[in-house]
Structure formats: C-alpha cells, structure tokens
C-alpha cells in the first residue's frame, strides 16, 4: 500500500494505528537521501574478532512477517527503490545479494509506503513503475472540526485553543499567494498547542511551531507572523 498527501498529515499515525489495530509488529524505515539497499537488508559485522551478518529493517521484516512501513520512500536512493520492485509484486521476494539468499514474504507480511507528492516539484518522484505496484490512498488534512479534535487531544488545549489553532491554518493553507512548499500541517498545530499548555504565549507558540518552520523567506515570514497577531 502506498499513502500519498502531506507532510503532518497523519500517514505514520494511520499505519500505526492498523499495525495496533490487527495487532502486527511494525517496523519503521525513516527513508532518506543517505537511505542505501544495505540500510536495508543488512551487512556484514566483525564482533569479538567474527564476521557475523546482521540482519537490516527490510529483511527482519520479511522474516517475522511483520509490517514494513517505509516512511517518505520517495527520499531513499534509487537502489532502494529498486529493491522494492520484487518484494512489491507478484513475486513478493526479497534477495540477499550477499548472503545469496531468496526469502520469500509469508502471507502475512505487508509492505507500506508513504511519500509526499508536493516532492514532484524538487524532481523527488516515483517512478510509475513503482507506483503501479502498489494501491494507492490519499491523505489530506481532515475537515475543520475534526482536526479541532485532533488538536485538543493531542495537544490537551481547550476546545477554543484548538479551535483558534485550526482557523489560522485554514487561513493560510488558502493562501496560495504566499506560494509556500508546504503549508500548516496538522503536526504543527499540535506542536504550537503543547507549547501553549507549556505555559508559552499563544503568539510565540504559534510562530515558533508553525511560522518559522513554514518558510526562510522575511517577507513571507512577516506576513505569517501579522496573521499570527490578528489570529492570537
């Protein structure tokens, strides 16, 4: 399965969730650029003097059929991708190249993916090749009054607190003028409101959690920070 949509939009907590919920060990690959196939599978160690081999997150996986969940897999390098390709299909295998061992998925082993399609426009896309191994799900931020909820219980504000928190998202994500990579997402919300109950100034929760980490632009910057004063 393949979670497309943005980032804080809550696809990590949704495969956790499912991971709970049918009651599956889930193992967790943050995918990045320096993310290679032997981060993966596994490598060859010397302990106590021994060449022992070590099993990656990929491979553990595979074995114990549990749930792997590689997280913004549109980050990782292309061998990684690549070796996605076999374990995704119809084959569903995994091979050790250096071990020169084929480990065939159990029934119950699922492979989940999560990538933010707003990366297209920094040419960090997936192949069609690898997306059609997939199913497909898409992610956005919840409706108003959800996300309220949301807010107040991750963050334990008030119902109002997470209300305001929610409006000024609403305000910016409409905002297309501002042109900005990514907008508020629920993540940030929640940050701005754990530091409100933190006792720090609604204002500076809100710029500190949810402005600065939006843009480096000072015009931008000071036109997200005006809201945030007619906001809080």
């Not at 003097?49 to 059929?65: E, F, I, K, L």
């Not at 020169?100 to 192949?127: C, H, T, W």
């Not at 898409?138 to 108003?144: A, G």
């Amino acid at each position: 399965m393949l979670l497309k949509g943005p980032t804080g939009s809550g696809k990590s907590r949704f495969v956790e969730a499912m991971a709970h919920a049918l009651g599956r060990p889930l193992v967790t690959v943050a995918c990045n650029e320096d993310t290679t196939s032997a981060d993966l599978l596994g490598r060859w160690l010397i302990r106590g003097g021994d060449t022992v081999w070590q099993d990656g997150p990929a491979t553990s996986a595979v074995r114990q059929g549990a749930i792997l969940y590689l997280d913004e897999v549109a980050e990782a390098r292309p061998d990684v991708i690549v070796l996605l390709h076999p374990l995704s299909d119809h084959r569903r295998e995994l091979f050790l190249d250096r071990l020169n061992e084929q480990i065939a998925a159990p029934p119950e082993f699922m492979l989940v993916a999560s990538y933010n399609p707003g990366y297209q426009r920094a040419g960090r896309d997936l192949k069609a090749s690898t997306k059609q191994r997939f199913v497909c799900m898409s992610f956005d931020y919840p409706p108003p009054d959800i996300e309220c909820e949301v807010v107040r219980r991750e963050a334990g504000v008030e119902q109002a607190v997470a209300q305001r928190l929610v409006a000024f998202a609403s305000k910016v994500r409409k905002m297309s003028e501002l042109a900005l990579v990514e907008t508020v997402s629920t993540r940030c919300l929640i940050h701005a409101g754990k530091l409100s109950v933190a006792q720090i100034p609604m204002r500076l929760a809100a710029r500190v959690a949810i402005v600065e980490p939006l843009t480096d632009d000072s015009d931008t910057l000071a036109a997200l920070v005006d809201l945030v004063a007619l906001s809080f």
